[in-house]
């Protein structure tokens, strides 16, 4: 498993974004196909967004097609989550995630490692 390290969650009032980054220091980030997801209170667990080792391939949820935008920087060790046109519903606990399966197969219910999550909440 690897360790991910998930930042930039926040109050954000609707129609703002907010841009969430999520970390993987020392090890071999371009073995991974990485993922977002959210959980908000009381609801189980959603995929919101997952992107490819080379970044080559991306998925969204319908939910946010066309509002968010995932993206990764290998030289960096670091993915993205850009959201933007932000709505009350999109208040969740927002995780990072990593998966080391072959190929790339969204949407996915699950990834092999997970972050600790950085709150996102929405105020109408």
């Known amino acids: 498993q690897v360790q991910l390290v998930e930042s930039g969650g926040g109050l954000v009032q609707a129609g703002g974004s907010l841009r969430l980054s999520c970390s993987a220091p020392?090890?071999?980030?371009?073995?991974?196909?990485m993922g977002w997801f959210r959980q908000a209170p009381g609801k189980e667990r959603e995929f919101v967004a997952a992107?490819?080792?080379?970044?080559?391939?991306?998925y969204l949820a319908n939910s946010v097609k066309s509002r968010f935008i995932i993206s990764r920087d290998n030289a960096k060790n670091t993915m993205y989550l850009q959201m933007n046109s932000l709505k009350p519903e999109d208040t969740a606990l927002y995780y990072c995630?990593?998966?080391?399966?072959?190929?790339?197969?969204?949407?996915?219910?699950?990834?092999?490692?997970w972050g600790k999550g950085t709150l996102v909440t929405v105020s109408s």
């Open positions: 995630a990593a998966d080391s399966a072959p190929g790339f197969t969204p949407p996915y219910a699950a990834m092999e490692s």
């Open positions: 992107i490819s080792r080379n970044g080559g391939s991306l």
């Open positions: 020392g090890r071999a980030f371009t073995y991974y196909n």
